[in-house]
């Protein structure tokens, strides 16, 4: 069972339930599955904070220490963003997102690795954090990547829907790792 829940198997295994949440409300309910969809959304939440629950907390403070960490470091590049014009993507809504879910993966995994001795397990940030020795190398290789992909995605894909798609995924890809960590460091696993 441990082998479902680590990346990217559980990226699958969370779009096939998230998929299929929206075949099924969609095909029901029609155009207005909306709300229904979302509270599939809810509920499945809800459902995993009532287990994890009963296993408490060890490190909770970690939960506000990501948050912290990830809202000061994007709310930074906001003010940034008004100086510097080229930046001016970041003013789409779905930009803020993905910056945001991003630089709550980089808190998540850099109080992991530094403060709780976890280790990255992709190669490219385990060589750069090797290198220097730190997992703080993590927001700028964030930022260099994303801020790039961000402008070339809005420049290039026309069609509203793709674009909205990639974004998305963009996301997930933040989110999820981001979410599943700080559960981890929370919960002493």
Known sequence: WSYLLITPIIFFLVFLGTAGSLVITRRLLGEQFHHCYAAIGFVWTLLNLILLSGVGLENGWVI???????????????????????????????????IYAHMLDASSTY??????????????????????????????????????????????????????????????????PAVRNTLRLALGV
Do not use: Q
Request: contains cysteine; charged residues 15%.
């Open 64 to 98: 506000g220490a990501v948050f912290l960490l990830g809202t000061v470091l994007a709310g930074g590049l906001l003010l940034c963003r008004r100086a510097l014009p080229a930046l001016s993507f970041l003013d789409d809504g779905f930009n803020r997102t993905i």
């Open 111 to 176: 109080l992991g690795v530094d403060w709780f001795g976890y280790y990255e397990k992709h190669v490219v940030p385990t060589f750069l954090i090797d290198l220097t020795g730190t997992a703080a190398v993590m927001f700028p290789l964030k930022l260099l990547v994303l801020l790039p992909a961000l402008a070339l995605i809005d420049k290039t894909i026309e069609d509203r829907s793709l674009r909205n798609l990639t974004k998305l995924a963009l996301i997930t890809l933040g989110l999820a």
